[in-house]
């Protein structure tokens, strides 16, 4: 089965600084890696996603680039805010299954 | 829309106890996905459901789990007896097939504490 790898687990920046987080899947064959924002307290949310035809896609401040040869994916945040303190997961979802394999989590603190 | 909608948000029971978790999913989504968060192990599926049937329940830890899906609006998992390692968050998610039907959407999770 698929296996998703995270790192850092824990990542300090101070705010206005760019924060980076990997990922690496050991099914060639997944074609869709999401990103998820869990705040304390509350469920996991989407913030964003990458389909295996692109490389690269970004939302305002944040971006997620795939690497399909190397098999990684990385969530970049640019003009960290204190509000982007949060666990961050990374995902993935092998071809013509339906359940996510999710990473272990990256705790990200923004310091004012 | 709602949301996901877990209830109850917290359970405090007592080691030995059934404990039930209910879910009702985004109205249209018709996969519905049980997960268990810990500090030691992640969030972890521990099964899925497609229109209202049981896909793949390989995460269930053991035979003290149960989850059922009698319609496309509702579910619930409950674990009988309950144990201590059974501590955890317990989520509810949902998705809906198509071009987008990978974006699973989460409820707020039900914390649970057994003692």
Not at chain 2, 10 to 22: A, C, K, P, S
Not at chain 2, 65 to 72: I, T, V, Y
Request: hydrophobic residues 35%.
């Amino acid at each position: 089965g698929e296996n998703v790898e995270q790192h850092p687990s824990t990542l300090s920046v101070q705010e206005g600084d760019s924060a980076v987080i990997k990922c690496t899947y050991s099914d060639s064959a997944s074609n869709y890696f999401p990103w998820y924002k869990q705040e304390l307290g509350k469920g996991p949310q989407l913030i964003i996603d990458i389909r295996s035809n692109v490389g690269e896609k970004k939302d305002q401040r944040i971006a997620v680039t795939l690497n399909k040869t190397a098999k990684h994916f990385s969530l970049h945040i640019t003009e960290t805010q204190p509000e982007d303190s949060a666990v961050y997961f990374c995902a993935a979802l092998g071809a013509g299954r339906r359940a996510l394999t999710f990473g272990s989590g990256t705790r990200l603190q923004v310091q004012p | 829309d709602a949301g996901v909608i877990q209830s109850p948000r917290h359970e405090v029971t007592e080691m030995g106890q059934e404990v039930t978790l209910r879910c009702k999913p985004i109205s249209g989504h018709n996969s519905l996905f049980w997960y268990r968060q810990t500090m030691m192990r992640g969030l972890e599926l521990l099964i899925y459901f497609n229109n209202n049937v049981p896909i793949d329940d390989s995460g269930m830890p053991e035979d003290r789990f149960s989850a059922k899906m009698p319609n496309a609006s509702f579910s619930t998992l409950k674990i009988q007896p309950s144990e201590p390692r059974d501590s955890a968050v317990y989520f509810c998610a949902s998705s809906l097939p198509g071009a987008r039907g990978e974006t699973q959407y989460f409820g707020p999770g039900t914390r649970l504490l057994v003692l």
